[in-house]
Each structure stands twice: as structure tokens, then as C-alpha cells.
């Protein structure tokens, strides 16, 4: 006995989204990670005169994840592909969270950590 003809047609349609889907996660994931990808310098500044401000961090980004390029502070997070960011910066007992929005050349956000706060911009190196 033979299936009807319209159950291998929306069998194969089935099979042709899927098979797309499949294929553009594949390609798209790798290349909007790669729109962040390379070495940032971030320019940290709080407004209360009781914490480091003008304080500079080198970061690398790589297929989305955040790394440093420093030997004094360490650096993880990670960048979405619409540009969200959220990074960790850790030095000795001292840790800041921070989070924003980069683009393909700069970026801005927030960040905070036990006493104190503020803002950061970053520039493409």
C-alpha cells in the first residue's frame, strides 16, 4: 500500500526547514561572534572620589568569549550576538561585574562591585 502524495510533500518540507535551521546556526553563530572578536581597551571611571577611577583594562574577545590580556587582572564573560555584554574582572580579593553593549568598533555599559560603582567604554584596539 503507498502513503498519500501529500504526506511526502510535507515530509520533505519538514525536512528542508529543519536541515536550514540546522545549517544557518551553523554559519551565522561563528561570524556574528567574529564581529567582536580582537583586542579592546576598556576605560573604567566611577563617580565616587573613593574608588580607582581612569583605570584602564586590556581585554581580548574570542568567538564571543571574554578574556585578559593582562597579567594583574583576570577577565570572563561573554558577548551575544546582538553585541550584549557580561564580564567579570578580578584582581586579587577585588571583583567587579559589568555588562553593555558593544558594537563593532566601541561599547558601553555598567559595572559594580562591593563598594563601589560606575560606568566603562571600550575601544577597538
Avoid at 540546522?22 to 580582537?38: E, N, Q, V
Avoid at 568567538?63 to 574582572?89: D, F, K, M, P
Amino acid at each position: 500500500m503507498s502513503k498519500p502524495k501529500g504526506h511526502v510533500m510535507v515530509t520533505s518540507r519538514k525536512s528542508l526547514v529543519a536541515t536550514s535551521l540546522i545549517a544557518a546556526l551553523g554559519f551565522a553563530t561563528p561570524s556574528a561572534a567574529a564581529t567582536f572578536d580582537g583586542a579592546w581597551n576598556v576605560q573604567i571611571t566611577s563617580s565616587n572620589a573613593a574608588c580607582n577611577s581612569g583605570a584602564s583594562v586590556s581585554i581580548g574577545i574570542n568567538n564571543g568569549q571574554v578574556a585578559s590580556n593582562s597579567a594583574t587582572v583576570t577577565a570572563s564573560g561573554r558577548v551575544a550576538e546582538a553585541g550584549a555584554i557580561h564580564v567579570t574582572l578580578a584582581s586579587g580579593m577585588k571583583r567587579a561585574v559589568g555588562s553593555g553593549v558593544l558594537t563593532a568598533t566601541s561599547g558601553s555599559g555598567t559595572w559594580r562591585a562591593a563598594l563601589c560603582s560606575g560606568t566603562w567604554t571600550a575601544q577597538r584596539v
